[in-house]
């Protein structure tokens, strides 16, 4: 995703924002980190107390995201009803914490599964940012929505979003709740797909790649898809990391082909500054290179290493602290939902987003299995 | 116009870091990665 992407509270139009204030900043760091450790408490207690009772099998296949998103959402009802969400919302840093995730997710796999993985991924992130975007321009403009909100949502479907509704907002010059409600739709629609597409792939039999490739090319945020990944098992997160971290970096590139268009197609200006490869590094998520470098130094550090158990214990650290920065940000999911400008904006819009979602599936679906059917990881 | 979303606008709400969180999480991600192979992480020290 993009540097430039906000939390939900961010984007959450028509409040008044809050001033800054430590003490309150503090404090939400302090909620979010009591959640995650409580998150990782759970997910060994509940399967001890539970262990030879009817819900022991049950318990022991919930994973951290299922807990984490859960306590998420409970912390945002008791913080809302007593006022003081919003305040603390400036520490729920979903954004910052999944990228963190991800940059040490890089240390788990090696660069080589990266270089095999990087044509299938292209191929796949090109067309499906294809099919899914003019799908859902082609159905927007079906319900004569407006252009510029036909593009948010379009991006949004098709690459990887709130990130890319940004980018594309930044390109058409979208208006401000245009945005905050299509990033309100990629949260709903999200936080369904995090639990529905690991136990689609299974009843689908499908392999851990296939898996993987469907989840990173369908689920439109980042930290949705590590969550759907991380239930899936670390194999088909490491895929779906891959799958999504390609999708992302081509985000720049749709950027620079919306606003060509928005100026030359739909404004007819002229006088405007033309976009080009500066527009493209500046949407680029660098943390892609961070990802990339992770993996490189793990996977050097592994070969040469005198003490391959030390080492391969070390890199278990390693993950034990992509675990938690990602139990961080899906308990700010959580705490960051809102759904209030979802219900001024009628129902056109939403439509056009479940249409399209289910048109994502299908397609994504297909590509994986053709591109991902015989990679092993 | 007021309502427009400028890739260069600041974030809209008060309070939030300004530093880029994308070469901010690669920094923390490399100097964790960095702190555990040169073992000032040592194993057993994260649950």
Request: charged letters at 10%.
């Amino acid at each position: 995703m993009s540097s430039e992407a906000p939390s939900r509270a961010e984007i959450d139009s028509g409040e008044a924002p809050a001033p800054p204030s430590w003490p309150w900043i503090v404090l939400g760091a302090v909620v979010v980190l009591g959640l995650a450790a409580l998150t990782q408490f759970l997910v060994t207690w509940v399967p001890e107390v539970t262990a030879g009772t009817g819900f022991g099998q049950v318990a022991d296949s919930i994973e951290f995201p299922v807990y984490a998103i859960i306590l998420g959402f409970l912390g945002n009802v008791i913080l809302s009803a007593l006022r003081i969400r919003r305040r603390l919302a400036p520490a729920f840093r979903t954004e910052f914490f999944i990228k963190t995730g991800v940059v040490l997710l890089g240390a788990s796999i090696n660069i080589a599964v990266i270089v095999r993985a990087a044509l299938p991924s292209i191929a796949q992130a090109v067309l499906m940012i294809s099919g899914v975007f003019f799908f859902t321009w082609w159905l927007a403009g079906l319900l004569h929505l407006d252009d510029k909100l036909r593009a948010l949502l379009a991006s949004a479907l098709s690459i990887c979003g709130v990130s890319a509704a940004i980018a594309a907002g930044g390109a058409v010059k979208a208006k401000k709740e245009q945005l905050a409600y299509v990033a309100s739709l990629v949260i709903i629609f999200a936080v369904p797909a995090i639990f529905l597409l690991p136990w689609l792939s299974g009843i689908l039999g499908l392999s851990p790649a296939v898996t993987g490739a469907w989840i990173g090319g369908n689920i439109d945020t980042t930290a949705a898809v590590s969550a759907a990944g991380a239930i899936a098992g670390e194999e088909p997160l490491q895929i779906a990391t891959i799958v999504k971290v390609t999708q992302n970096a081509l985000m720049g590139v749709v950027a620079v082909l919306l606003s060509l268009y928005f100026t030359f197609r739909v404004e007819r200006s002229t006088g405007g500054e033309r976009p080009g490869w500066g527009t493209v590094w500046e949407r680029f998520p660098k943390f892609v290179l961070g990802f990339i470098a992770a993996s490189i130094i793990a996977t050097i550090f592994l070969s040469a290493a005198a003490d391959p158990d030390g080492a391969k214990a070390a890199i278990g650290v390693v993950n034990n602290l992509r675990t938690w920065f990602l139990v961080l940000a899906f308990v700010s999911i959580g705490l960051e939902f809102q759904a209030s400008s979802v219900r001024e904006a009628g129902w056109q819009p939403v439509v056009v987003f479940a249409g399209a979602t289910v048109f994502n599936l299908v397609l994504g679906l297909i590509l994986a299995s053709l591109l991902f059917g015989n990679f092993q990881v | 116009m007021a309502g427009d979303i400028r890739p260069e606008d600041p974030p809209t709400q008060a309070g939030k870091f300004s530093v880029n969180e994308d070469w901010l999480a690669t920094a923390v991600g490399l100097v964790l990665l960095a702190l555990v192979l040169v073992g000032a992480i040592p194993v057993g020290v994260i649950p």
